[in-house]
């Protein structure tokens, strides 16, 4: 006679990226209860802040409507947003999991109808944006947000502001006594799938970043082209607001360099790539300059890469930029490089100068609560110490997102194996 199967069916997926919602989606539609928890108030993750992303060049509304629509669908998904993993128990097949969730002050009643935006006074950065901008201190985290349920910020708690935000919904939606949560689950197996940070740029003392008010990250380029950036799409210069005509990108700002990151994050010079469209398909006056060590485009990119390099009004300059200044009356930012092909020491100035920096693992600061293993640049390695936790996407490697996609549909695999123990 076979052994008998026995084990907690159910799966936890950490993180509600690409990543996560791939690996929680394919799981319930292969029969699991999966519970979804992601820190953000909502889903999405860094796609949700893309302009447009590969293969296809699409906005991330394509995909991301789709999957939000399989969840709608599917009463075996359960997710819970700005929640956090605080404690992990046990073993593949029976895990004891405890979530700390932090306070929307806004329940299930709201509507999404901006009546306690246009009551806030207050206003504070606006991090889906990377600061560039401002937003009230009710506000909806972006106009396709999953939930679509407001936020109301903690600044304001306690304050008479929020008690005439609340006054101003009429669905009783304001909740001014929420406070955070404790709640355990029980689950035979877990994803960990918490994505990617932008490596600091202001790290990179030489470049500037966060100084010079004109030279700003790859993440924050993708918002300024968004139509619900900070700008409406508009890609201007930062200090002033003005046209940009000439554009630089500085590839492995911080990578490949003992000091900072030693790996290549394998998309940076892709996204580089691609922001070089967005400027000149809005300006076809405009000029970009793409300094680089070496550019990774392979395979099925290889097309792409030798388009825009066609383009005459696209320069590739092989060379690691060193440092770079602002001129602190115009704003014009001057890099300055050692051409590799020449030899010569060039320096020219832009309005807009993009650092493309690297891909670090959020698994890198915010580790997993319980027994697990990394490489020496914090990625969740692929064996682990404990059965039953597995990681999917860029926590394991820098990917792009059809990757996350496809390596998030394995640990679905893994994790519903796992949760049947003998």
């Not at 990617?196 to 010079?212: R, T, V």
């Not at 930062?238 to 554009?247: A, E, F, L, P």
């Not at 039953?388 to 490697?397: E, T």
């Amino acid at each position: 006679m076979a052994d008998s199967l026995s084990g907690n069916r159910s799966i936890l997926v950490v993180g509600g990226g690409m990543s996560g919602l791939s690996a929680a989606l394919e799981a319930a539609e292969a029969g699991c209860q999966v519970y979804l928890v992601e820190k953000q108030p909502y889903l999405g993750g860094r796609v949700t802040r893309m302009n447009k992303y590969f293969p296809k060049l699409c906005p991330p509304n394509c995909g991301l409507e789709i999957n939000f629509r399989r969840i709608k669908s599917n009463p075996l998904i359960r997710f819970f947003t700005m929640a956090e993993v605080q404690k992990i128990e046990g073993q593949a097949g029976d895990f004891d999991v405890t979530i700390k969730t932090s306070p929307r002050f806004v329940n299930e009643k709201c509507t999404g109808c901006g009546l306690c935006a246009a009551a806030a006074e207050t206003e504070i950065p606006n991090d889906f944006n990377y600061g560039m901008d401002k937003v009230k201190a009710a506000y909806l985290p972006h106009e396709f947000a999953f939930p679509m349920r407001y936020v109301l910020a903690p600044e304001v708690i306690g304050t008479p502001e929020a008690e005439k935000i609340k006054a101003s919904c009429p669905y009783d939606a304001i909740d001014l006594t929420m406070q955070p949560e404790q709640f355990d689950l029980k689950v035979g197996a877990i994803v960990w799938a918490t994505g990617w940070e932008p490596y600091a740029a202001e790290k990179i003392i030489y470049y500037g970043a966060g100084k010079h008010r004109n030279v700003i990250t790859n993440v924050m380029m993708e918002r300024l082209a968004s139509y619900n950036g900070p700008t409406n799409g508009k890609i201007t210069r930062i200090s002033d607001g003005t046209q940009v005509n000439k554009i630089a990108f500085i590839q492995c700002a911080g990578s490949r360099d003992e000091n900072h990151l030693p790996y290549c994050s394998g998309v940076c010079c892709l996204a580089s790539l691609k922001q070089a469209t967005y400027l000149l398909e809005q300006n076809p006056q405009a000029q970009a300059a793409i300094y680089y060590i070496d550019i990774r485009a392979l395979g099925k990119y290889e097309d792409f890469f030798n388009k825009v390099q066609s383009d005459d009004r696209v320069t590739l300059i092989k060379g690691k930029a060193g440092e770079i200044t602002e001129d602190p009356a115009t704003g014009l930012v001057t890099v300055q490089v050692e051409d590799q092909a020449t030899g010569k020491i060039l320096k020219e100035q832009y309005d807009l100068v993009v650092l493309a920096t690297g891909m670090v693992p959020s698994s890198a600061t915010t580790k997993i609560p319980a027994d697990a293993a990394y490489d020496d640049n914090g990625f969740i390695l692929k064996a682990q110490p404990t059965a039953g936790i597995i990681g999917a996407g860029c926590v394991k490697s820098p990917v792009d997102v059809a990757s996350s996609v496809q390596d998030a549909t394995a640990a679905a695999l893994k994790a519903i194996q796992a949760t049947c123990r003998r």
